[in-house]
C-alpha cells in the first residue's frame, strides 16, 4: 500500500494562501503598542520634535499650550511652520496663542499670510486675538481683507474686536462690513466694531442697517450702535423705526434705544409705541422708555397703562410705568417759607 500524500488540490492551495495573507494583514493592521504621553514640558517638547506619528506631536502641542511656560515657544513655532500634519499646526498655532507673549506674534502672522490649509490660518488669526497685542492688528487686517476662505476672514474680523481699540483695526473692519460678499463675515465685523467701540465706524454702521441685503447683518449693526455715542447714532436708530421692515430689526433698534438712555430719541420710542404694526416692538418700545425715563415717557407710558386697545402693550406700559422714579412733589414758595 502506498503511503497518504497530503491533498495538493486547487482548492487546498487556495486556502493555504488565503490563510498566509490573513496572517500578513493582522501583522500589518495590529496596533503598535502605546508610547507614553508626555506629561512636562520638556518631555513635551521631545515628543513634538520627534513623535513618530502626527497623534502625539498633536498632544504635545496641546500639553505645551496647557502648560503656558514660553520656553516652548520657539519649538512651537518651528512646527507651526513646518510641521506636515495640519492638525499638528493648528495645534502649536493654538499654544502659542495661549501662552501669548509677544514672541509668539511673528510666527503666528506668518502663519496666517502663508499657510497653505485654512484651519491653520483660522487658528493663527484666532490665536492673534486671545494674545491682544496691537502688533498683530495689521497682519489681521490684511488677511481680512485678502484671505480667500470666508471662515480665515470672519476669525480676523472677531480677532480685530479682541485688540486694544485701533482706528485702523476699526477702518478694516468697516470697510469689509461693507463690501464682503459673505454674510457670516459682515455679522463678525459688525461685532468687532461693537467690541471696539469705534467712534468712527458710525457711518459704515449706519449704512449696513439702511442697506445690507441680510436681515442678520442689519440686526448686528443695529446691536453694535449699543457702544458708538452721538447724535448719529440716533439717527441711524430712528431711521430704522421708520423704514426698516424687518420687526426683528426694529425691535433691536428699539431695545439698543433703551440701553443707550438718551432722552432725545423719546418722541421717536414714543411714536412707535403708538404705530408700530408690530406688538412686540411696540412692547419693546415701552420697556425701552421705562429705562430712559423723563417727562415724554412718563406721559406716553402713563397714556398706554391705562389706554392701549392691546393688552400686551398696556401691561409693558405698566411694567415699564413701576419702573420710573416717583416724581418728587414739589412745594409752593410760601407753603416752604412757613
Request: charged content about 20%.
Amino acid at each position: 500500500m502506498r503511503p497518504l500524500r497530503p491533498f495538493a488540490g486547487p482548492a487546498a492551495k487556495c486556502a493555504l494562501r488565503c490563510a498566509v495573507w490573513l496572517l500578513l494583514l493582522v501583522a500589518v493592521l495590529a496596533p503598535a503598542a502605546p508610547a507614553a504621553q508626555c506629561d512636562n514640558v520638556d518631555p513635551c517638547i521631545a515628543q513634538l520634535r520627534f513623535g513618530e506619528t502626527r497623534a502625539l506631536r498633536e498632544l504635545a502641542a496641546q500639553l505645551l499650550g496647557e502648560r503656558g511656560d514660553p520656553v516652548a515657544i520657539a519649538y512651537l513655532a518651528t512646527a507651526l511652520a513646518t510641521d506636515e500634519g495640519e492638525f499638528v499646526r493648528i495645534n502649536a498655532a493654538g499654544a502659542l496663542g495661549r501662552i501669548g507673549t509677544l514672541a509668539s506674534i511673528e510666527p503666528l502672522t506668518k502663519a496666517l499670510a502663508a499657510d497653505k490649509r485654512e484651519l491653520v490660518r483660522q487658528a493663527a488669526a484666532t490665536a492673534l486675538g486671545n494674545i491682544q497685542a496691537q502688533d498683530a492688528g495689521a497682519a489681521l487686517a490684511a488677511a481680512l481683507q485678502q484671505d480667500e476662505s470666508w471662515q480665515v476672514r470672519a476669525a480676523c474680523a472677531q480677532a480685530l474686536g479682541m485688540l486694544r481699540a485701533s482706528a485702523a483695526s476699526a477702518t478694516a473692519l468697516s470697510t469689509q462690513l461693507l463690501r464682503d460678499g459673505r454674510r457670516e463675515v459682515r455679522v463678525s465685523a459688525a461685532e468687532a466694531i461693537a467690541s471696539l467701540k469705534a467712534q468712527e465706524a458710525i457711518d459704515a454702521l449706519a449704512k449696513a442697517l439702511r442697506e445690507d441685503a441680510s436681515t442678520q447683518v442689519r440686526t448686528a449693526a443695529a446691536l453694535a450702535m449699543v457702544a458708538v455715542d452721538g447724535e448719529a447714532t440716533d439717527k441711524a436708530l430712528l431711521a430704522a423705526l421708520k423704514e426698516e421692515r424687518d420687526r426683528t430689526v426694529r425691535r433691536t433698534a428699539v431695545e439698543v434705544m433703551g440701553r443707550r438712555k438718551r432722552e432725545t430719541v423719546s418722541p421717536g420710542l414714543a411714536y412707535t409705541l403708538q404705530m408700530d404694526p408690530a406688538i412686540e416692538v411696540r412692547q419693546a418700545a415701552a420697556t425701552a422708555l421705562g429705562r430712559i425715563g423723563g417727562q415724554i415717557a412718563r406721559d406716553a407710558l402713563s397714556y398706554y397703562a391705562a389706554n392701549s386697545l392691546f393688552p400686551q402693550v398696556r401691561r409693558a406700559a405698566q411694567d415699564a410705568l413701576a419702573e420710573l422714579p416717583a416724581v418728587a412733589e414739589v412745594k409752593p414758595a410760601a407753603a416752604a417759607a412757613n
